[in-house]
C-alpha cells in the first residue's frame, strides 16, 4: 500500500505556484526597446495633468530614495527584470499622460473609498493624484448635465485612448433597470456598453465589477453580472478582491504606460503579476499548515499562537491574490495576519462558496485548482481534479505526521 502521508506530502510540497517569469534575454530585450519608444513617445505629449510626480511625493515626505525602493519592488511584482526599474521610474512620471474615466454602477464605493482613506499614503495611492482622472462620479465637483457633458467631452477627446475603470456589478434584470444613471436615466449596462466602445481598455476593479461580487449572490434579484460578462471586442482587465488593493491597480496602468498594452492574463482575465500566486503559497501561517497545527475554535491556544486558520474557514488554499505580499492599510497588514481566515473574496462566487466559516473540506464543492500548489491555468476551471476534500486530507496527514514526530522526540 501507499502511505498516505507521504502521498499527500509529495502532492502538496511541489514547487511553489508562482507564474513563470523567466522568458528568455531575446524577450526582455525586446520589450525593454519597446518600453522605451513608447515612453518617448509619451514623453512629447503634452500633459494632461499639470502635475510632478517627485513634488507630490516630496509634499507628503517621501524622499527619492523610498521612492527608488519603491521603483524596484514594483518592477518585480510586475514580474520584470531589474534593468527595468529606470524605465518604470520614467513611466510613473508619465501617468500624467493617460486619460482615465472612472465609472461606478452597483457597488458599495469601497475601491475608492480605499484610495480616500489612506491615512498615510504610500507611492501607489500618490499616483492617483498624478493621473489624469477625467471623470469620476465620486470625487468630481460637478453633478447632472454638468457631469454629464464633461463625460462626454473626455470620451470624444480621448476617443481610443483612455483607460475606462469600472466598479461595481452591472444589474441586467428587468431590462437593466434595477439601476439608471445620469439625466438620462440611461441604465448601467447601457451605460458601460457606451463608454466601453470607445476606450483602450476596461479595467474591472473589484469583485463586483469583475465576477458580481455581493450583488450577483443567490438569489441575484437584480441579475447582476460582471464587465467581462458583457463587454465584447475590447481588452478587459480584472482586478478582484473586496476592495481591490490600489497597488494592483497602478501595476496595471504603469503597465499600460510601459507597453502601450495590458498585462498578461489568466484565464479569469486578471493581471498575473498580481493573481499568479495562491494565498496558501506565501502565507504567514503556511508552516502551521504544513506542521498540522490549527486553530479549532475561536480564541484557543492556536489561535492565540497564530495557527493556520483553515479549520475554522480560511479559504487561501484556493484563492489567488497577492495580497499576503502587499497587504492593506499602508502595507500594515491583512486579514489572516489580523486573524481572520481568507474568505476568497477574489474569486467567481465568492459569497457563495467562500464565505463561511468552515474549511472546503466539510462542503461539496470543488475548489478551482489542481492542488495547493497549481496556478489556476494548469488545469483551466473545467477540469478539476483535487476536491476539497483532499485538503482536508493534507490536512490530517499533516495532523498524524505531527504526532508521530512528536512521539518519536518523546522516545
Known amino acids: 500500500m501507499i502511505d498516505s502521508t507521504q502521498m499527500v506530502k509529495k502532492i502538496f510540497t511541489q514547487k511553489s505556484g508562482r507564474v513563470e517569469t523567466n522568458k528568455g534575454e531575446e524577450y526582455y530585450n525586446s520589450l525593454f526597446e519597446k518600453a ?4 518617448k513617445s509619451l514623453r512629447v505629449q503634452p500633459a494632461l495633468r499639470d502635475v510632478d510626480i517627485m513634488d507630490v511625493l516630496e509634499t507628503e515626505g517621501v524622499n527619492r530614495r523610498d521612492f527608488m525602493k519603491w521603483v524596484s519592488a514594483t518592477t518585480a511584482t510586475l514580474m520584470l527584470p531589474p534593468m527595468f526599474a529606470p524605465l518604470v521610474a520614467e513611466a510613473t512620471e508619465l501617468m500624467n499622460r493617460v486619460p482615465v474615466i472612472w465609472i461606478e454602477l452597483q457597488d458599495c464605493a469601497g475601491n475608492t473609498e480605499a484610495l480616500l482613506r489612506s491615512s498615510a499614503p504610500t507611492v501607489d495611492d500618490l499616483l492617483f493624484d498624478v493621473l489624469s ?3 469620476h462620479h465620486a470625487l468630481m465637483a460637478c453633478a447632472g448635465h454638468d457631469a454629464e457633458h464633461q463625460l462626454d467631452e473626455a470620451m470624444e477627446h480621448f476617443k481610443d485612448k483612455y483607460l475606462l475603470f469600472v466598479e461595481g456589478s452591472i444589474p441586467t434584470g428587468m431590462n437593466g433597470n434595477y439601476g439608471t444613471i445620469g439625466p438620462a436615466g440611461e441604465t448601467f449596462q447601457e451605460h458601460l456598453m457606451r463608454l466601453s466602445k470607445d476606450a483602450a481598455a ?8 469583475t465576477f458580481g461580487g455581493v450583488p450577483a449572490a443567490a438569489p441575484n434579484p437584480t441579475k447582476a453580472v ?3 460578462d458583457l463587454v465584447r471586442g475590447k481588452p478587459v482587465v480584472n482586478i478582484p478582491a473586496c476592495p481591490a488593493n490600489p497597488a494592483n491597480m497602478v501595476g496595471v496602468v504603469l503597465h499600460y504606460v510601459l507597453t502601450g498594452q495590458i498585462p498578461e492574463l489568466d484565464s479569469l482575465l486578471r493581471p498575473k503579476f498580481a493573481f499568479g500566486y495562491r494565498i496558501h503559497d506565501n502565507c504567514e501561517r503556511r508552516a502551521h499548515f504544513d506542521a498540522g497545527e490549527f486553530v479549532e475554535e475561536w480564541g484557543d491556544e492556536g489561535a492565540k499562537n497564530n495557527w493556520c486558520l483553515y479549520k475554522v474557514g480560511c479559504k487561501g488554499p484556493m484563492t489567488f491574490n497577492n495580497c499576503s505580499i502587499i497587504r492593506y492599510n499602508e502595507g500594515t497588514n491583512w486579514p489572516i495576519g489580523a486573524g481572520h481566515g481568507c474568505i476568497g473574496c477574489s474569486e467567481p462566487d ?7 466559516q468552515r474549511p472546503m473540506a466539510n462542503a461539496n464543492i470543488k475548489p478551482p485548482t489542481g492542488g495547493v500548489e497549481r496556478t489556476v491555468d494548469e488545469f483551466g476551471l473545467g477540469l478539476l481534479t483535487a476536491t476539497a476534500i483532499g485538503i482536508g486530507v493534507h490536512a490530517v496527514a499533516s495532523v498524524v505526521a505531527n504526532k508521530k514526530s512528536k ?4 522516545k
Request: net charge negative.
Open 407 to 410: 512521539e518519536e522526540e518523546e
Open 133 to 135: 482622472l477625467e471623470f
Open 350 to 356: 465568492f459569497w457563495d462558496k467562500y464565505a463561511y
Open 226 to 228: 460582471g464587465v467581462m
Open 202 to 209: 476596461i479595467v474591472a476593479v473589484g469583485t463586483c465589477a
Open 36 to 39: 522605451k519608444s513608447r515612453l
